[in-house]
């Protein structure tokens, strides 16, 4: 144990110092359980918690005197919550002993303290484990009556649980009748856990709607099944492993805990396939160190491997001290979650423009790596969590996902040995904290206007054409074959010719020279002329198709269309100045615009930057036809809306969008209420089934034709 300083100025008659620390460990635990148990709101990590739990436990060993009923150390879980029945365990559900050394030595102790009690020696075999998983949950007891589950209780302090039958039923893993068994008893004990995968989708809905966002599966997964209300449990993710036995009554025991685990998986219970059955020491670091290369792959958290004599008779042999079995032990891995502190917050621009804030951590090692960075997904998570720059924060990552901040630990007070440097890190007073993280409200990348629309998250830089963390979205999306289609200019190569700085803005693409080409790696005469030739013949192009290649936010092709004919030629739209540019009232007035997309144009258009670009690249030789604005109204299926749907038997998809949108129609991906006709070829799957339940005009590709060719008619 590594506190060995509390005992150096140890006299025989005890000093007041010790009793004083047994007293102050009893405070500080009994307040961590309640926040963590009760509260489902910790403010250390587990591994701090462990620690000072851990110390308690070393002094109460040397003076047994000391051991009060009420110390943290007597009992195993949290209490039960005033709203949940209480139920008597029949038999005890106790704790398994923790070896907290993370190394190899942990199993190596383990498997020398199991044989002294058995008093082998060395020459006898080596002793069989059953080696399982950690699993990062709630315990819970489940109870099943002539194989049918009758109740399922959390473990409480061991002794008393809470009832919460109604919630358990809610996870459909958990079956509520054992198949091929009917005995009078059967307690199966085991973990609920939330899968790392679930939790970050409810996360991300959590997000999605502006709600606090839950601090981790484990806290998430016992909060819920501690819920009052089964319909609110419902709506969680929950798994279940089972590992135990509790009470039973007429059913053989097998031999071993590995037959015990087969039996349940018969049963239909779940059981975690990555178990074994080991053999002595060697098998237990074997297991370890192949769980603890395994554990970022796997879909759930773990906070170690468990290992189990195998042997029920030999279990019995051994059987317990005090609250925890002689014959397990749980050997744990290195802490998901640690203390550190935030340095700064700076804000990172994204591909598509998006500014994330990013506190900036001092290097702490969690999860098996070192993280000096972690995300604060935008401005009202970053407020929400009140991260400041100067605050100790606890840390978390888990599997490969990537860090996050799980809180603020403002309660200095509460600790009464504080990680070194956090007393000066962490100011005890509100009024001594950094102040409160804004996002800037200019892109710290391009200096262009950043700007949060009604309803989003997220800020995002206006100045797509320009900013260089967008640059690669830029070029790919104006090379775009429905934009100012580029041929053969791919994600690879706009990937090559930023990273070597040849190209930084579109303009670039057009003074590229056939030796800067030819020289990057994998590229050939051939291809190098031809991409030449690409970008040669994109100049001539249409006004629709290079206002939608500018990438203008929300600017979509059908936009970009009616931008075109509403007002014919671009100065129109951008201006020749930003103040001559069409106001919002003025974009609003084209089909199809609502006040976010017509805001969003204007704001693109005033950010000089961009239009810088636009110039230049009119300046490269871009040019398209413009014309007088047009009276969208007058067109033959103006207001009239059409999906398109199968394979048709001449035309693409593209193809028949553009017919239906030079005649003035809209082209819409999904059939609802407003559709007028859906166009639908072969195999044309749910649509179809749509279009027929809301009674909406079915054509094929030929009364398609048919019904253009009465246009053309009416032209001529
Ligand atoms: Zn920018």
């Known amino acids: 144990m590594s506190t060995p300083d509390l005992f150096d100025n140890m006299s025989p008659a005890l000093p007041l110092s010790t009793t004083q620390r047994v007293a102050e460990l009893h405070r500080v635990l009994h307040h961590h359980a309640h926040r963590y148990y009760v509260l489902d709101a910790p403010e250390i990590p587990d591994a701090e918690y462990d620690h000072l739990f851990q110390e308690l436990q070393v002094i109460e060993a040397a003076h047994p005197e000391l051991v009060t009923p009420d110390s943290p150390t007597q009992r195993v879980g949290g209490r039960p919550l005033d709203g949940l029945a209480s139920v008597r365990h029949a038999v005890p559900m106790l704790s398994i002993e923790t070896e907290t050394d993370t190394t190899e030595t942990g199993a190596q102790k383990f498997d020398a303290r199991v044989r002294k009690e058995l008093k082998l020696q060395d020459e006898d075999a080596p002793i069989e484990y059953a ?251 970053a407020r929400r969590k009140d991260v400041r720059v100067g605050d100790a924060v606890i840390v978390r990552r888990a599997g490969d996902v990537i860090p996050e901040i799980v809180g603020v630990v403002l309660t200095q007070s509460a600790r009464p040995e504080p990680v070194e440097g956090l007393r000066q890190a962490q100011p005890e007073r509100e009024k001594e904290r950094g102040s409160i993280f804004t996002m800037p409200h200019t892109c710290p990348v391009c200096g262009s206007a950043a700007v949060r629309e009604e309803g989003e998250a997220d800020y995002r830089c206006t100045g797509g054409l320009f900013c260089s963390a967008q640059r690669k979205e830029a070029i790919l999306h104006f090379a775009h074959r429905r934009a100012v289609e580029v041929e053969g200019l791919g994600d690879k190569l706009v990937e090559q010719l930023v990273d070597a700085g040849i190209v930084k803005t579109l303009p670039d693409l057009y003074r590229l020279g056939f030796t800067a080409l030819a020289a990057l790696e994998r590229m050939a005469d051939k291809s190098a002329q031809n991409i030449l030739d690409a970008l040669e013949k994109s100049k001539q192009t249409t006004l629709p198709r290079f206002i939608f290649g500018l990438g203008i936010r929300h ?42 997309v017509a805001e969003s144009i204007h704001t693109f258009f005033q950010q000089p930057h961009n239009r810088e670009v636009v110039e230049q690249l009119r300046a490269c030789g871009l040019q398209w036809a413009e ?46 209420k407003k559709t007028h006709y859906l166009v639908a070829g072969a195999e044309p799957g749910s649509k179809l089934d749509k279009a027929k339940e809301l009674d909406i005009a079915v054509l094929d590709e030929a009364a398609l034709m048919a019904m253009l060719a009465t246009f053309e008619g009416d032209k001529s």
């Open 131 to 381: 080696a399982e998983l950690k699993f990062d949950g709630l315990a819970i007891n489940l109870r099943y009556e002539q194989g049918v589950l009758v109740q399922a209780a959390t473990r409480g302090d061991g002794e008393t649980g809470e009832d919460v039958t109604q919630n358990i039923r809610t996870i459909g893993q958990i079956p509520l009748r054992l198949l091929g068994v009917q005995v009078p008893v059967l307690e199966i004990r085991g973990e609920v856990y939330m899968r790392r995968d679930d939790f970050n989708a409810l996360n991300d809905k959590q997000r999605q709607r502006g709600d606090k966002t839950f601090i981790n599966p484990r806290n998430t997964a016992a909060g819920a099944i501690r819920q009052l209300d089964p319909a609110i449990v419902a709506q969680r993710p929950l798994s279940f492993f089972a590992y135990g036995l509790g009470e039973v009554d007429g059913w053989l025991l097998p031999p071993t805990h590995s037959a015990m685990l087969d039996a349940f998986e018969a049963m239909g219970v779940p059981v975690c396939a990555d178990r074994a059955a080991v053999s002595g020491a060697q098998g237990l670091l074997e297991f370890h160190q192949a769980m603890g290369a395994k554990r970022d792959a796997l879909p759930f958290d773990i906070d170690g491997v468990v290992y189990k004599v195998n042997s029920l008779a030999l279990q019995q042999q051994l059987g317990f001290k005090t609250r925890e079995p002689r014959w397990a032990v749980a050997h744990k891995y290195p802490a998901q979650e640690q203390l550190t502190t935030v340095l700064a917050i700076d804000v990172q621009v994204g591909r598509t423009g998006k500014l994330t804030p990013v506190a900036k951590l001092a290097p702490v090692f969690v999860g098996g790596v070192t993280v000096t960075n972690a995300t604060l997904h935008n401005e009202d998570e």
């Open 555 to 596: 600017v979509g092709e059908a936009t970009a269309k009616a931008l075109a004919s509403h007002f014919g030629k671009l100065d129109a739209i951008m201006g020749e100045t930003p103040e001559t540019a069409a106001s919002v009232e003025q974009l609003l007035e084209v089909a199809d615009v609502g006040p976010i």
């Open 627 to 672: 014309g007088e604005p047009a009276q969208r109204a007058q067109l033959p299926l103006a207001g009239q809306t059409f999906v398109i749907t199968g394979t048709l038997p001449t035309l693409s998809r593209d193809q028949a969008k553009d017919l239906l949108e030079a005649a003035g129609a809209k082209v819409a991906g999904s059939v609802s």
